[in-house]
Every structure is written in structure tokens, then in C-alpha cells.
């Protein structure tokens, strides 16, 4: 598979952003903005989003057909293991048998922080249902790698609080966690602004996925259309591998020797 591509499942995608479907005005405008971000994979919260349980309502399946976009049905909403592996068992059902899967269980509705136990628990029924698990995490390494152990297949650890747009507040556990990873890691919530999306490709991450820093922009569509240079530009950036950093020790853009007298 080629290095320049996200794996994920067994599936390749170009694109290394994802992106969320919810909080926009209305679907037209969902749409324009993930064309604009270039997005392939799709987030959807079940409990929230119609995708065909609301019969005569109208379905996000209409403006962003399964045909031309991957869908990741999600658990947003779910404070528990026991619903939050209900509510992908009817994802399942309404996609046809739609394996590719996130699972985030919340701890506080404030926060909406992740309850890692029981993430846990539902990581391990959902792995030996079938389904192929791309898991919203705390940035603690340890539970980190236990969620991979079990055997999913994304790991997505926040780099702060779902909707916040405060960034990445903790680089150096998403550093430990990539290091250490045997399976994509991508980022999960906070990220603000095209700098913060950056960043965290530079250090590494696989992807990014988001949606309140596009959807809640004053200009969605400009603002996924920036998100999607900025994953670019930081996947480069790290690719290319960056400068040392020389602490009190500058270095000439032009070489001093050879000088014209």
C-alpha cells in the first residue's frame, strides 16, 4: 500500500481528513463542505443524524451518497457500552451491513471526556461482533495501546475537548502514542483552526478527524477548504522531516565562505 495514503481496514483513502456531518444549517451546506475539504470519510452520529430510521424525513443518504463517500457511523451520545454497541448494531442494519465503525463512549456530558472503561468494553464486543473499530480515546498512551490490542483498527485519541477549539494542549502523549502505535492514529477533537490540524500532522498522526472547527466557522465551507491545505501541508512537512531546532545558534541562509570581495 502506498505511504501516501490512510489505510484503514484494509481500505486505502487519498484523503487524510474526516470529517463530521452535524452542526451545519442544513444538508446543502453539509455537503458543499465536505466537497470543499475533500473529505472520503464521513462521520455520522446515528442518534441525531437521519440516514433512514425517520421515514419521510429527509436522509443525509440523499446529499452524501454511501456510493461516493465512506460512512463512519458514531456513537456521539452514548454514555455506556450496552448503548453504545446498540446503536452501531442498528448503523449496521440501516447500511446494510457497514462494518467501519466509531465508537466513543462519554463520561461527562459537560466535557464530553471519554469514559475509558467503558470504551473498553464496548471495543471488546464490538471486535468480536465483526465490526472494524476506529475508537475516540483520552490522550493516555496506556489505554491508547490496550484499545489497539483489542483489536481496533484506528485509534483516535482528542487533542482536547470535543467542540472546544482549544488544539493540541498535550503534543508530547499524542507523540508517545503515534511512537508507539501499530495502527493509524488520528486526531480527535479540539482541533480549532488549519494550524492546529497542522500540527498535528507534523508530529505524525495519520489524519484528522473533526467537525465543529468547519461546521461552527463563520465561512464553512472556506474554513474545510483550509482544513484540507493544512493536513496536507503538516503530512509534507513531516514526510520532508523538519530543521534541528538550534537553541542560541543561528545558521546563515547563504554560506559565509567564498564571499565576493
Known amino acids: ?11 486505502s483513502y487519498n484523503s487524510r481528513l474526516l470529517v463530521g456531518t452535524g452542526k451545519y444549517k442544513d444538508f446543502t451546506e453539509t455537503r458543499a463542505a465536505i466537497d470543499a475539504s475533500g473529505a472520503e470519510i464521513v462521520t455520522v452520529a446515528i442518534r441525531r443524524t437521519n440516514i433512514g430510521q ?19 457511523p458514531n456513537t456521539a451520545g452514548c454514555y455506556s457500552a450496552d448503548d453504545a454497541v446498540r446503536t452501531l448494531r442498528l448503523a449496521r442494519e440501516l447500511l446494510d451491513g457497514h462494518k467501519l465503525v466509531k465508537l466513543e463512549v462519554l463520561g461527562d456530558p459537560n466535557t464530553l471526556y471519554p469514559n475509558v472503561i467503558e470504551t ?33 483498527c484506528a485509534v483516535m485519541p482528542l487533542a482536547s475537548l470535543i467542540g472546544s477549539g482549544m488544539g493540541i494542549l498535550n503534543p508530547w502523549n499524542l507523540q508517545i502514542i503515534i511512537e508507539n502505535a501499530k495502527v493509524p492514529v488520528l486526531v480527535d477533537a479540539g482541533v480549532g483552526t488549519a494550524s492546529d490540524a497542522a500540527i498535528a500532522m507534523e508530529l505524525g498522526c495519520a489524519g484528522i478527524l473533526m467537525n ?31 530543521m534541528a531546532k538550534k537553541l542560541y545558534s543561528a545558521t546563515p541562509s547563504s554560506p559565509t565562505s567564498g564571499l565576493i570581495a
Open 1 to 11: 500500500m502506498s505511504t501516501n495514503t490512510l489505510n484503514i481496514a484494509g481500505k
Open 54 to 72: 425517520n421515514v419521510g424525513e429527509p436522509s443525509l443518504l440523499d446529499y452524501l451518497p454511501p456510493e461516493e463517500f465512506t460512512y463512519l
Open 120 to 152: 473498553i468494553k464496548a471495543a471488546e464486543v464490538l471486535v468480536k461482533d465483526g465490526f472494524d473499530v476506529m475508537v475516540y480515546t483520552s490522550d493516555d498512551p496506556i489505554i491508547a495501546k490496550q484499545l489497539e490490542e483489542i483489536g481496533c
Open 212 to 242: 465543529t472547527a468547519i461546521a461552527g466557522a463563520n465561512n464553512p465551507i472556506l474554513m474545510a477548504s483550509a482544513m484540507k491545505k493544512a493536513v496536507e501541508a503538516g503530512r509534507e512537512a513531516f514526510l520532508a522531516g523538519r
